[in-house]
Nanobody
Framework: QVQLVESGGGLVQAGGSLRLACAAS????????MAWFRQAPEKEREFVAA???????VYVDSVKGRFTVSRDNAKNTVYLQLDRLKPEDTAIYYC????????????????WGQGTPVTVSS
């Protein structure tokens, strides 16, 4: 069993930055691929970024060049740096874990966090 707890969300003006963190506990963190998803009001949840156990990284096109995913296996934590934020980035951001990036990029995951809200004002 893996427990995921996100933190770092908040209110920020357009053009600003936030750093989200997802702390994992339970089974070996380093073997899991990790991902961030988001769900905006009245929209479906969408994949944002993923990082494999070997640190291969995938981003959705809309965040490339603005968001950066990273992981620290010593701290059992995955991060999402959000820069140059736009109002359309407003959503609840979820952390997820799975054995494969393939599954994560297709919206699936073995474990999910509870989410942290990000609000970007114009």
């Amino acid at each position: 069993q893996v427990q995921l707890v996100e933190s770092g969300g908040g209110l920020v003006q357009a053009g600003g930055s936030l750093r989200l963190a997802c702390a994992a506990s339970g089974r070996a963190f380093s073997v899991y691929s990790m991902a961030w998803f988001r769900q905006a009001p009245e929209k479906e949840r969408e994949f944002v970024a993923a990082i494999s156990s070997m640190e291969d990284i995938v981003y959705v096109d809309s965040v490339k060049g603005r968001f950066t995913v990273s992981r620290d296996n010593a701290k059992n934590t995955v991060y999402l740096q959000l820069d140059r934020l736009k109002p359309e980035d407003t959503a609840i951001y979820y952390c997820a874990a799975d054995r494969t990036v393939f599954t994560l990029t297709r919206g699936g995951a073995e474990y999910w966090g509870q989410g942290t809200p990000v609000t970007v004002s114009s």
